[in-house]
Each structure stands twice: as structure tokens, then as C-alpha cells.
């Protein structure tokens, strides 16, 4: 690892040293960040007006811009807040921190977007960056702000079905995202069976989602990568917001801790059901009984930061997340004898992260990480029965999850304008619980305690990655290579590798119009079982091992992009994607069944999947919002499934739709809608029934009988088109000590029966009949929201 590190610094000295000329040069770096708050802007644009030469803030804020030896006038610039402009003599190396001032009153202050501040000026395609306050805006099922909701709207995303935050890439599945809170993988991101997620809206600072054309920094994964990283905390003042809705509250605090040096921020959130239901249960309870409900699920966030000075800061951040489902019943007789019942079920997940950036130079920046993920699912069920001087006692627990251990070094290095290095190594300890149940007996003579189940299994994952972003005038490209191996430890144990090429392309033409084109492939290690239906907690994470093989992808990608009229960003894209090794169960097994191994009950195939995306979006002025539409087809073939001909992927959708508009009325009302259409899920439906004798009772004469259903290729036939629209209202007053809004809104404004499954049935005169079972009708929520 020391001779990779010390190849890797020397490719970097070339470049440095190959960029340099005759004419002498001076580098301007330091940090972008937000003047009221003190948080760090990412992706802030650094602009020189004279030499036409910029480049971007990263994930630290951190900038570097080299350039010749000369007067300068520098623009500074970044989404929701005013420009700064500021002219000086470049003469020597200058470290200069820039804080920014948020454009809140949009009616005095005319934003536009500057000409480096374009989407054709960037050589990344297929990503999205979403303001966190426009997804708080969005409307949501019951008035709950979701972070994965507001991504489904987005071309090449779907949803698995009504209500469910499952994210479907370019036809990928769930599993195939890699999806990072604060650096950190997590693994579970769905509250309440999918219909919310475990992102708190008002932890967030920023979210990007990455669909193709991965930099060499990303890994793992096929379809897609999700960024969201936390906030900082305030680093002038105690601040606060909250909520209160329909389903839970929240609240966030933030502010420094002794100095300015030193910021913390902490949010919670957590649903009251339970504490709601609570007093209407205890009303039912007769005496001598006991009845407890457990309904609930929480978020807690927690940061801190310390700057120790420029060139060392030191973060950790932490989440812990759990859903909650039990009752407790116990019924007391008179003689003392009692009959005791306990189910729960429970999951979640814990992530942390510890980072420590240092500024190696003004021109190399490096972050070292180190974190821990953890999701695990526990289901419980105990039965304490006593009689007299007997005691019968019953239990079994369910159990299964994914522990990661990982660390990890990245460095960004900036030699000048026209190149941007970035390279890195990480290590990761995976250890996998899928899925054992215990069984405990107690009665009598008979104590019985067993373990049913897979055994547990570790593996280590190792990335290495380099990459350069260059400029040559109109032509930009990012250039990388992504290394990766795979150690599988145990019974099981086998090694695997990749090496993955990512190519990206952008030309510009008549300096507005670009040209984007790109390649990538992808390796990922790492499978979720899942039953394709419901985001279950029963989804079982499991490593590739001799038998199951890794997934591997490759993804090629074609478009154009321009700003128009100074407010719009336009973009169409085309996309094919080949898909190997994907995992699914076969049909017709038990997910949740008392094999011993898993891997007897999971088959490998091939997917495909091909489209075009349009996508138009105005992130400025008093009317924003965006309209897309994606075009698209999706594949899966298993030799073992559906005869071993290919067919769609239950979310193989032809035509997708959204359009998202907010508009800010006045100074104290908005309004914001936002409505959906897609082509209805593929589904497998049973195409005729016979008899067929299960018993014949030769003494009386008697034959018994069963329905036999016979089912068609599989998702042969379509569910009806899906489409809603909802409506939020937002009414703003500034008070005294603090600000407050209302919103008021609808989900399914129309009362769409929208198609959540289909199942064979009877009609009235009973005649076999399809029924189709439709979900959420119109939803009105409500909610305070207030800051101070």
C-alpha cells in the first residue's frame, strides 16, 4: 500500500510540474461557507472574470485555484445566495476564507445564472443535486417531509408502488444504490414497511444523486449513488427549528460550543401513535388485565466539529434510527394464575463517522475516515402460561443483519485550473447474520433451547481509486480507474476482483450548448434478498461467496445540455445498461423459511435496461421546480425462473412523468404542487383453475378436492397507469423571537384509485373476478413548522 501511495503522489508531481510554464504562478485557496450559519458550501463556484479559468468547492468547502501572475476578479458564487465579487492582486500564494449571504428576498436581489454557474459547464452528467429546502417544500404523504420521495420525481428514478420510497435507477433495484449519510453506508433507509424514510429533512445540509457516468471515488454499487451530508451546526449562534405534524415531531438544535472553533448540531424525531392510542386502549383494559401497544419509530442525529485551525478539522457524526411494533398482554385470575403474551419487532439502523481533514498544501487536501454501519432485525414472540405450581413457558426470536467496520483516505489535489486529482484507498470488514431463529422451551421436565438458521459469515472489501478531471479548452474530461477486491472468509472462502474504467466527456459548442458522453462498470459484492414486493425488514443482506458470484454492470450514456433564457437548465439523456449476475430468490421458496442456507434458496441472471430522460428545471426566481420524463425499458432473465426467457422487471414502467412547480405568491404564502404519472407495474396473474383429488375416502364413498391455479409467464400482464396530484400551502409570519409557517395540504388531491396489488377473487353472481386493492384516497395533513 506504501509503493501505491508513493506511485500515486508522484503521478500527481508529474502533472503539477507538466502544467507549469514560463510565466509565473501563485495559487488562491481557502473556504466557502455560509455567513450566517458558518456551514460549509459544497460545489461553490470560484471564477476568475479575466482569465476565464474557476473551479469548485468540495465536500469541505475547501478550494484551490492556481493561476498566473496578475490582477484578478474573483466571483464567487453558489445556488440560494448572493454572488461576491472581489478583485485583487495575485502576487504570492493567498489563503482567503469567502462567506456568503443567503438570498432570501428574492424580490430585491435579481439572481441569474452566471455563465459559470451553467449546467453545460460541468462534465458530470446524470446527477442531480436537490436544495434541501426545496424537498421541505415538495408535498408529502400525511405533511412528512421525505428526502426519497422527492427523488422518485426525478427522471430515470421510480418508486416500487403507492406510498413505498424504494428508488428504482435506470433499472436497478434497491440493493444496487449506495446510499451515504455522512460518508457512511446505510442499509435499511425505510421507516413503517417503506412508506416513510430515515432521513430527518432538517438534519440535512445537502443531497446529490449520481444515476451514471460514477467517478472513480464511488464503488460498490451498480445503479446509482446517493449523497446526503449532514449539517454542521451553527458556528455563531444557538439555533433552532422543529415541526409538529400529523405523524411526529421533530426538533433540531445547533449553535457553538465555547468558541467558534467548535459547533455541534442534535435532531430528533419520533411518530406518537402509540402515546396517542394509549388512553383509548386503557379504557377498553377490564380488571386484571394489562395491555401495553408499542407503535413508534425515531431518527436521531447528532454532529460535532472542531476547527483547529486551517489546515486541521476534526468531525464525527452519528445516526441511530429503529422502528418499534409490540404488544405486551398479560390477564391475572383471581387464584394468582396468569396467562402472559409478548411480540415485538423491531429494526434499525446505527451509523458513525469520524473525519479528519488536513491541508497537506494549498493545493493537496486530504480526509481521513473512519466509520461503523450496523442494521439489524429482531422479531421476538414469548408465551408465559401459569397454572397452580406449573409454569409453561414458550419463546422464539428471529434474528439477522450486516455489521461494517471501514476505513479510508482520499486526497484532492489541484495542481491548476485545468486538471483536478482526486485518488484514495479504503478497507471494509463486512460481517452478515442471515437470518437464525432460536427456540426456547420451559415445561415440566422439558427445557429445550435451539438455534435454526445460516451461520454467520465475514468478508473484507479493499477500493483504490484514481482520477483527473481535465480542461482543454471547450473539451473537459473525468479519467479514472477504480480498483476493488473481495475476500469471502469461512467455509465460503473465495477472492474476487475488478477493475473498473470510468470515462467522462463534455464538449462545448458555441460556448452554451454541451456535448456530455459516458462510460462506466461497476462491481458489487454485496446482495439484498428481498421478495420484490414490500421494503420488508426481512430483507436479508448477504456477501458474494464460491457459489453466488458478484454483480458486475457496465453503463454508456449520451446527451446534450444547455441553459436557457438565463433561468432554465434543459437536458436529454440516453442511457444502456447490461446487468450480470443479479440476484433473485427462486420461485416458490420460504424467505423467511428454516433452510440452513441461503444460498440454496437464490438464483443469478442477467438484466437490461435502456432509456431516454428529459429533464427541465428552474431552480431560481419566485417559480421553481422542474418537469421530467423518462422514456424507458427493463429486463431480467434466470435460467431458473419464467423457463429461462427473459422478461420485465416488475418495475419495468415505458413512460414516466412529473412535474414540480412552487411559486411564492408574496412575502408570506407559496404554494407548491406536484404531480405524478407512470405506466402501471408488471404483474403475473393466474391464467386458468382445474380440480385435482387430494383424498379419496374409500369407506364413505368420498372424494376430496382442491383448486389447483395455473399462472402465465411471469409479469406478463400490466396494472393500471398510476397518477396523483398533491397540494401543500405554506403560510410564513415572522414573529417577534422566531419564525413560524403553516402548511396545509392534500396528497391524491383527486382521490385517484391508484392500484396498490391485484388478487384473484369473486364477484357478487360468484364469477372469478381480478379485484384491485387501491391504497391512500385523499390525504389531507397539517402541520406548525417554526425556527429560531
Known sequence: ???????????????????????????????????????????????????????????????????PKDSVVLSISYIGFETKTVKLLLDKDISMNFKLSSAVELEAVEVVAEKFDRIEEETQMSRVEVPVEQIKKVPALLGEVDVLKTLQLLPGVQSGGEGQNGLYVRGGSP???????????????????????????????????????????????????????????????????????????KLTLEGPLGSENTSFIVSGRRTYIDLLARPFIKSQVEEGESFNLKLFFYDLNAKINHKFNDKH?????????????????????????????????????????????????????????????????????????????????????Y???????????????????????????????????????QFEVQSDDIDFDTILGSQEAKSFEYTLYLEDEMSFGAFRANLGVHASGFKVRGNESEFYYSVQPRIGLRYLLNNDLAIKASFNTMAQY???????????????????????????AWQVAGGVAKTLWDEYEFSVEAYYKQMKNVVSYKEGVDFIGLENDWQDKVTQGDGESYGLELFLQKKKGKTTGWLGYTLSWNWRQFAEIN?????????????????????????????????????????????FRYTTPIYVDLQNQQVYIREVETIGKKNAFRMAAYHRLDINIEFYK??????????????????????????????????????QVSLFPIVPSVSWRFKF
Open 734 to 771: 415572522k414573529k417577534r423571537i422566531y419564525e413560524r409557517w403553516w402548511t396545509i395540504g392534500a396528497y391524491n388531491i383527486y382521490n385517484r384509485n391508484n392500484p396498490y396489488f391485484i388478487y384473484s377473487g369473486r364477484d357478487d353472481q360468484g364469477n372469478r373476478t381480478f379485484r
Open 643 to 687: 423457463g429461462g426467457e427473459r422478461y420485465p422487471f416488475k418495475y419495468d414502467r415505458r413512460h414516466d412523468v412529473s412535474l414540480v412547480l412552487s411559486h411564492q405568491i408574496n412575502k408570506n404564502v407559496s404554494i407548491t404542487g406536484a404531480w405524478v404519472y407512470g405506466t402501471g407495474n408488471s404483474i403475473t396473474l393466474p391464467l
Open 1 to 67: 500500500m506504501k509503493t501505491i501511495l508513493q506511485v500515486l503522489c508522484f503521478v500527481c508531481y508529474f502533472l503539477n510540474l507538466s502544467a507549469q510554464n514560463t510565466q509565473q504562478r501563485f495559487t488562491l485557496s481557502g473556504y466557502i461557507s455560509d455567513a450566517a450559519s458558518g456551514e460549509e458550501l459544497i460545489s461553490a463556484n470560484v471564477f476568475d472574470q479575466k482569465s476565464g479559468k474557476g473551479t469548485v468547492s468540495n465536500t469541505y468547502g475547501f478550494f484551490s485555484l492556481t493561476l
Open 399 to 437: 434474528t439477522s443483519g450486516i455489521y461494517d467496520w471501514a476505513g479510508k483516505i482520499d486526497f484532492d489535489y489541484i495542481p491548476n485550473p485545468n486538471h483536478y486529482i482526486r485518488f484514495g484507498t479504503s478497507i471494509t470488514h463486512h460481517r452478515y447474520d442471515p437470518g437464525a431463529f
Open 313 to 397: 478539522r476534526l468531525y464525527f457524526s452519528t445516526y441511530s434510527g429503529s422502528d418499534v411494533f409490540g404488544v405486551d398482554s398479560k390477564e391475572t385470575y383471581e387464584d394468582g394464575d396468569y396467562f402472559k403474551l409478548n411480540n415485538q419487532t423491531d429494526w434499525g439502523n446505527i451509523t458513525a463517522a469520524l473525519r479528519w481533514n488536513y491541508l497537506i498544501t494549498n493545493k493537496l487536501f486530504a480526509n481521513t475516515t473512519l466509520t461503523y454501519s450496523q442494521f439489524n432485525f429482531n422479531l421476538t414472540a414469548a408465551v408465559e402460561d401459569k397454572y397452580g405450581e406449573n409454569l409453561d413457558a414458550y419463546s422464539a426470536k
Open 526 to 552: 454485496i446482495n439484498l434478498l428481498t421478495n420484490e414486493s414490500l421494503s420488508l425488514p426481512t430483507d436479508l443482506w448477504v456477501p458474494s461467496t464460491k457459489r453466488i458470484r458478484p454483480q458486475t
Open 175 to 249: 440493493d444496487q444504490n449506495l446510499v451515504l449519510l455522512d460518508g457512511v453506508p446505510v442499509y435499511n433507509v425505510s421507516h413503517l414497511l417503506g412508506f416513510f424514510s430515515v432521513f430527518n429533512a432538517d438534519a440535512i445540509k445537502n443531497v446529490t444523486l449520481t444515476k451514471g457516468g460514477f467517478p472513480a471515488r464511488y464503488g460498490g454499487r451498480l445503479s446509482s449513488v446517493l449523497e446526503i451530508n449532514m449539517k454542521e451546526g451553527n458556528t455563531s449562534k444557538l439555533r433552532g427549528e422543529g415541526s409538529i405534524g400529523l405523524v411526529s415531531s
